[in-house]
């Protein structure tokens, strides 16, 4: 079992920064993967970063490059820090841990098992 609190969320104008932060308790966190997810009213869930045990990294095409997810050297601490945000990054921000041990970088939310309350973030133009 793990429990994922997300934090950090919050409103910013357009081309600003934020810094979303995951603390995971509970059983074997370093070896499980952990991503990002978000989901915008009335859209589907889309996945944004994830992070697998090893700290590979993945990155869905549309924030590549101002996106960047990381997590502490004992596993228990994700974080995504976000730059140049854009409107269309508005959304509830959710993390999610897969059971151990894991070694993919999904952006699925089938490989997922556990999951956050969610934040939110909100950038005005």
């Known amino acids: 079992q793990v429990r994922l609190l997300e934090s950090g969320g919050g409103s910013v104008q357009t081309g600003g920064s934020l810094t979303l932060s995951c603390a995971a308790t509970?059983?074997?966190?370093?070896?499980?993967?952990m991503a990002w997810f978000r989901q915008a009213p009335g859209k589907d869930r889309e996945g944004v970063a994830a992070?697998?045990?090893?700290?590979?990294?993945n990155y869905a095409s549309g924030v590549e490059g101002r996106f960047t997810i990381s997590r502490s050297s004992g596993g228990n601490t994700m974080t995504l820090q976000m730059n140049s945000l854009k409107p269309e990054d508005t959304a509830t921000y959710s993390c999610?841990?897969?059971?151990?041990?894991?070694?993919?970088?999904?952006?699925?939310?089938?490989?997922?098992?556990?999951w956050g309350q969610g934040t939110r973030v909100t950038v005005s133009s």
């Open positions: 999610a841990a897969s059971v151990p041990p894991c070694y993919h970088q999904s952006l699925g939310h089938l490989a997922y098992n556990y």
């Open positions: 509970g059983d074997n966190v370093a070896s499980r993967c």
């Open positions: 992070i697998d045990s090893a700290g590979r990294t």
